[in-house]
């Protein structure tokens, strides 16, 4: 018998799990221990909650959870209740699925000003992480700035542009929700410190934008390239491109009509504008006591880089998301690429016995789906590796060696059948329309999962 651990739950986890089921279906025992008590990871905590189809995916997380191999360990913080070389000495194969989930931070002047925010607080804010439930976020100013061209800049946006109505079917979560339909912002600043063609904006979730109930999109025409300079893009990136040539005749015409009167109004009675400002690059975060605006230097692309042209100007705002990608965190005697923000592997493989998949080992890129093939692959890594032992295993006592010490050490963790309780739970109190209402305390989630155990 082969026994594997998996640490974290996200979608790395569950396809690395699902690997190992079809690579060795009987002979296999796979343990996915997550710091949460709840499942899922980023498709909880990471996916906008009005992406509802994306969320949709754990069905097939669940089918692998509930097989009779696969058994969730929630609950269970590695590096602190249980060592590496603990979980090294219990299992043929510990596989690192922790994701990328704390903020790279700006590295600039004020960062670190109330109401300046990493997209990793501020995302897990409106999706109920534990950790960012009391962020409260200050929405009084009519301008926001979001640092980044990816398409958490856009979840983003999104999210501070919808109307209550446009919540409808999402899971967001109440805190989140009332905040922002109190919020008083009516101009959403995009900073790209590159142009047009080097977004990282995928054409779905750029589109997106434009069916907004009451925000408009606005690309200044002067910062596209020539449009016979798309042609040698790949075809996605064409796509984003065409949503940005639209959002800048918008805009033209919208300034026309300011002008003669003829042309058609870009968004009419659309309150909100979310500029894209291309070739800004943030210096500093102004304010005394509270954030107060970005100090931008106008940028130039050199070798596809982008150069300061000394050129500054201000944006005055109340609010700033950085949202430039993530890291992931570091665990007690497991080597880190400080550069990358990931575990320092290759190809997969950190150390005898230990691996790494997803954004903890190629840091936070790809889609979902781009962490299938990465489970399977170091699912066959570590078949290559475990070759001497064959279908009896290294002798190793996996789960039963893991129950032993938890019991000795009193470890209180959540099953999969007990999720389905926090689950239940959930969707019981969901409001009108929704999915569920997550519970956001973990104390309150394991006394759903332990009901012996007294709610706070
Ligand atoms: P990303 O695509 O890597 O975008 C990060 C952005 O931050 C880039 O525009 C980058 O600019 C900019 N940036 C980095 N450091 C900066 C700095 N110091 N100052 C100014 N700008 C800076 O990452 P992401 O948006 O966090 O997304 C992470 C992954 O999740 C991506 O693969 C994304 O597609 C995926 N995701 C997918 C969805 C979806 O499919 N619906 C939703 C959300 C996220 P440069 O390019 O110049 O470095």
Redesign the pocket.
Known sequence: MRHIAIVGSGPAGYYTAEAALKQWKDGVRVDIFDSSPVPFGLIRTGV?PD?QS?KSVARRYETTALSKNVRFVGNVLVGRDITIDELRGLYDGVVLATGAPND?K??LPGEDLPNVYG?AAFVGWYNGHPQFAELHPDFSHDTAVI???????L?VARILAKSGEEFEGSDIVAHALASLQAARIRRIVI????GPH???M?PK?LGELAKLARACPRVDPADLPPLAEDAGLDPGMRKTMGHLRSFAAAETSANDNGRDGAAEIACPGREIAIEFDFFA??RAILGTDRVEGVEIERTRLADGK?VGTGETYHIPAGIVIA????QTSRIPDVPYDEQGGRFANVEGRIMSGLYCVGWARRG????IGTNRPDGFAIVEKIDADLGAWGEAGSGKMGRSGFEALAAQRGIDYVKFTEWQKIDEAEVANARAGAPREKIVEVDRMIAKAHPSVQES
Do not use: W
């Not at 900073?191 to 590159?194: A, P």
């Not at 949202?323 to 993530?326: D, L, N």
């Not at 936070?364 to 889609?367: E, K, N, R, S, V």
């Open positions: 906008a992406h994306i790279r700006l590295g997209s640092v980044g061209n990816g398409n958490v800049a979840d900073l790209g410190r590159r080097q977004v990282t995928t979730e690059a943030p982008a949202c430039i990608g993530y936070p890129t790809g889609t």
